[in-house]
C-alpha cells in the first residue's frame, strides 16, 4: 500500500473497474456513488420471483475486458452463452431470419436474397457495392451515408440500422462510421468493397466461427458488480449516497474538502460536465456537446405458449421505418432457460434518438401500446402474469460524425487545465460493458502515471 489516494467518482462498472485496477496497485482508493446502490447501469429487479436485468443481459464476447474481469473476480466458470442465438427481423406483417451479416453489412448476397428481408431490387443494388470505384473519404462519415453509398437504402434500413438501434437507440444517418462502430471503421481500411471487407475481417478475426458472441455469468451481471462492490468494500473506502464535488488544492485535489492526489471521474456526460465546470470549463463544455438518447425496458412474464417463436430464436429486431413503438424484443427464457421453465420472460426495448413518443406515456399507457405491437409481431394474446418498466433517461451517449476528434480536444483540455484528473465512461470511446471496463483501467493507469 502507497500513500498516494485516488478518488473515484462513479460507482458504475467504469468507475469500479478503475477502483479494481487501482486497489491491485496498492493506492488508497476511495469510490464516491451519488445513488444509495453501485452498478450504474446494471441493475436487477425482482418480478414474480425472478431476478431479472433491467438494462444490458450479456456481454459482447469477443472483445477481452469483460471476461479477463470475470476470470479476476472467480467468476470465470460461471460464464454462459445464450442457448438461442436465431434472430429475426420484422418487416410489414412478417418475422424474417437474420442473414449473415457483420453489424448489419451481409457477408452473402446468396443467403441475403434467400432470407425475404431485402427486396430483389435491394440485393441487386447491394451487389453493386463489389465492382463500385473507390470512394472512401479521407475524414469520418456517417454510417448511414457509408451504407446507402455502397450497398443502397434498403440494406441500411431493414439490416444495418435495426441491428445498429438495438444497440446505442441511435440514427445511423448521424452515427460517426469510425467511432460508433470502429468495426465498421476498420473495414473501410481493407477493401473498397464494403462487403469484401467483412469478409476480410470475419476471415481474420474468427477462427472459431462458433464461438460465443455473448457470455454472461450464470448468477447475472449483477454478480461482477456485487463482487467488485465486495472489493471495495474491503480494501477501499465506499461512499454511497454521497454527490461529489472537486476542488484545487494545493498539494492535489480536494473531493468533498478530502485531499486526493489523482481523480478518476467516472459518471455520464452531463454530470461530469457539472464536476469538471469549475475546474476545466473547456472540457465541461465538449461533454455538454454530447447528445444521448432515452430508452425504456419492459419486463413481461408470460404464461408459457403464450408467443409464437420457437425455442431457437432469441429475438426480433423492429426496423424504425415500420413506425412501432417496440425497437427490440428479446425472448429472455430462450437465451437464458435457467431463468425458469415454466413461465416466459420478455425484454422489450422501447425508444431510440428519432422516436421519443414514450417519454410522454405513463407506465400503462406504455404497456398497452407495447401489448398491441407484441400482438401483430409475436401473437401475443394473453395479459402479463406481471410487468415491470425500466426507465434510462439520456442513458446513451450518441457518438455523431466527428466524434473521435471532439474526445480527444476535450481530454487535451483537461490535461492542460486540471492534471491529475482522468475521465472513464461509454461517452468517451465506446458503449459497450467492454469498453466502459477498458476505460475505467485507462483512466486507471493514467492516475498511476
Not at 97 to 104: A, E, Q, S, V
Request: aromatic share 2%; hydrophobic share 45%.
Amino acid at each position: 500500500m502507497t500513500d498516494r489516494r485516488v478518488a473515484v467518482v462513479g460507482g458504475g462498472i467504469s468507475g469500479l473497474s478503475a477502483a479494481h485496477t487501482l486497489i491491485d496497485a496498492g493506492v488508497r482508493v476511495s469510490v464516491f456513488e451519488s445513488s444509495p446502490v453501485l452498478g450504474g447501469k446494471i441493475a436487477t429487479t425482482t418480478l414474480d420471483g425472478l431476478a431479472l436485468p433491467t438494462a444490458p443481459d450479456a456481454f459482447l464476447a469477443r472483445q477481452p475486458e469483460m471476461v479477463e474481469l470475470a476470470s479476476e473476480l472467480g467468476l470465470e466458470d460461471e460464464l454462459i452463452a445464450p442457448a438461442a442465438r436465431e434472430a429475426r427481423i420484422a418487416r410489414g406483417s412478417r418475422l424474417y431470419p437474420l442473414p449473415p451479416n457483420l453489424l448489419g453489412l451481409p457477408t452473402d448476397l446468396g443467403a441475403l436474397a434467400d432470407s425475404g428481408l431485402i427486396s430483389r431490387d435491394g440485393v441487386a443494388r447491394a451487389a453493386l457495392d463489389l465492382t463500385a470505384a473507390d470512394d472512401r473519404p479521407a475524414e469520418d462519415e456517417s454510417v448511414g451515408a457509408l451504407v446507402r453509398r455502397r450497398l443502397g437504402d434498403e440494406v441500411l434500413e431493414y439490416l444495418v440500422d435495426p441491428l445498429l438501434g438495438g444497440i446505442n437507440a441511435g440514427d445511423s444517418d448521424r452515427l460517426s462510421a469510425q467511432a460508433g462502430v470502429p468495426q465498421i471503421g476498420a473495414a473501410r481500411e481493407l477493401h473498397p468493397s464494403l462487403i469484401e471487407a467483412v469478409r476480410t475481417m470475419q476471415a481474420r478475426a474468427t477462427p472459431n466461427p462458433d464461438a460465443p458472441i455473448f457470455l454472461t455469468p450464470q448468477s447475472g451481471l449483477q454478480s461482477m458488480i456485487d463482487r467488485l462492490g465486495q472489493r471495495v468494500l474491503e480494501h477501499a473506502e465506499l461512499r454511497l449516497g454521497q454527490p461529489a464535488d472537486i476542488e484545487r488544492a494545493s498539494d492535489g485535489w480536494h473531493v468533498n474538502r478530502e485531499r486526493f492526489d489523482r481523480v478518476v471521474v467516472a459518471t455520464a456526460a452531463d454530470p461530469a460536465a457539472n464536476l469538471l465546470s469549475p475546474i476545466a470549463p473547456a472540457t465541461a463544455d465538449g461533454l455538454r456537446t454530447i447528445d444521448a438518447s432515452s430508452v425504456a425496458l419492459l419486463l413481461l412474464v408470460l404464461p408459457l405458449d403464450s408467443i409464437d417463436l420457437p425455442a431457437a430464436v432469441s429475438g426480433v429486431l423492429v426496423p424504425r421505418l415500420e413506425g412501432r413503438m417496440v425497437t427490440a424484443i428479446s425472448v429472455a427464457t430462450n437465451k437464458w432457460p435457467h431463468i425458469a421453465d415454466d413461465r416466459i420472460v420478455l425484454r422489450v426495448s422501447v425508444g431510440r434518438r428519432t422516436d421519443q413518443r414514450w417519454l410522454h406515456m405513463n407506465d400503462d399507457a406504455l404497456l398497452d401500446a407495447v401489448r398491441a405491437d407484441l400482438a401483430e409481431l409475436i401473437g401475443l394474446e394473453h395479459p402479463p402474469i406481471a410487468h415491470h418498466a425500466t426507465r434510462w433517461i439520456e442513458a446513451l451517449p450518441q457518438y455523431d460524425v466527428g466524434h473521435a476528434g471532439r474526445i480527444d480536444l476535450l481530454e487535451d483540455a483537461l490535461r492542460e487545465d486540471a492534471p491529475g484528473v482522468h475521465l472513464a465512461g461509454p461517452m468517451l470511446r465506446g458503449l459497450g460493458l467492454p469498453a466502459c471496463v477498458r476505460s475505467g483501467r485507462t483512466a486507471a493507469a493514467a492516475a498511476l502515471a
